[in-house]
């Protein structure tokens, strides 16, 4: 069994490793795995403060704009225009992107597209995606700079393709982009269903991975069900909930947001 294992699995996944561009995808979605499976765990709530951290900053720059902005804008972009003028014949124009850089935008468009598509989003999801857009193109840039890629670049052939991998990561990123705008990211509404109305019958409250999510605390009330979605909000807990006829009167222990086919979104009291 275990020679089985190894045979489909760890020995393709390691000459897939071996091929050149796949070592830094394979890395990234190994830790995007790592944090849809730990919802608690460390990776993620390293990502989750990370990324509201990042949102207080750019908060701070934004309100701050003429004052600190603009100053701050200066003194790093002069500076690194100058350098860049003075040693531009030293320097590469970047080649085409390549496979590591075009798969890491892929997975960091999913990682922001899954962060989206739970209540209150998921900040772990939503670090990891937006931290590996922002240093994708900082690193591209970088890398072509060192004597690995020039040696690459003189052994690559330009390949049948090479024009349309330009527009490749513009594409990701404006498709991702529509997704998050008109809220298409979402779960497969059967299987919610199908495990609410399991919960009502049998009265089933035993935490679950349905379509992808992990739903935790469920709780029986008014003729319905409702689920807290691991890993979403900051600062209070999040999740859906099932009531086919209508939310029951009088509960107020979080606000609803109808969904349709009676399912809602709901968000719970802040604990902050």
Not at 236 to 252: E, M, R
Request: glycine content about 12%; aromatic content about 10%.
């Amino acid at each position: 069994m275990i020679i089985d294992l190894r045979r489909r699995f760890v020995l393709p996944l390691r000459r897939f490793a071996r091929r050149p561009g796949h070592r830094a995808p394979l890395a990234l979605a190994a830790l995007l795995a790592l944090v849809l499976g730990l919802p608690h765990g460390v990776p993620h709530d390293v990502l989750t403060v990370a990324f509201v951290l990042g949102g207080f900053l750019w908060t701070f720059l934004d309100v701050l704009f003429p004052p600190v902005t603009v100053p701050l804008l200066l003194i790093v972009g002069l500076p690194a225009a100058l350098l860049a003028i003075r040693h531009r014949k030293h320097l590469k124009r970047p080649a085409r992107p390549g496979n590591s850089a075009l798969l890491c935008c892929a997975l960091g468009v999913a990682a922001v597209l899954l962060g989206e598509s739970v209540p209150g989003e998921d900040p772990g999801l939503l670090g990891l995606g937006t931290f590996t857009l922002l240093a994708l193109p900082v690193g591209w840039l970088l890398w072509h700079q060192t004597p690995w890629a020039r040696r690459n670049a003189a052994t690559t052939a330009p390949g049948r393709f090479c024009c349309w991998r330009w527009a490749a990561a513009p594409l990701l990123l404006a498709t991702g982009a529509l997704l998050v705008h008109y809220d298409v990211p979402a779960g497969a509404r059967s299987a919610l269903t199908t495990h609410a109305e399991h919960a009502l019958a049998t009265g089933d409250t035993a935490p679950a991975w349905v379509a992808g999510y992990r739903l935790e605390q469920t709780e029986l009330v008014g003729g319905g069900v409702t689920f807290t979605v691991a890993g979403t909000g900051v600062f209070a807990p999040h999740g859906y909930a099932y009531f086919p006829h209508g939310t029951p009167a009088g509960k107020s222990a979080g606000y609803y947001t109808g969904l349709g086919d009676g399912w809602y979104s709901w968000s719970g009291p802040d604990h902050f």
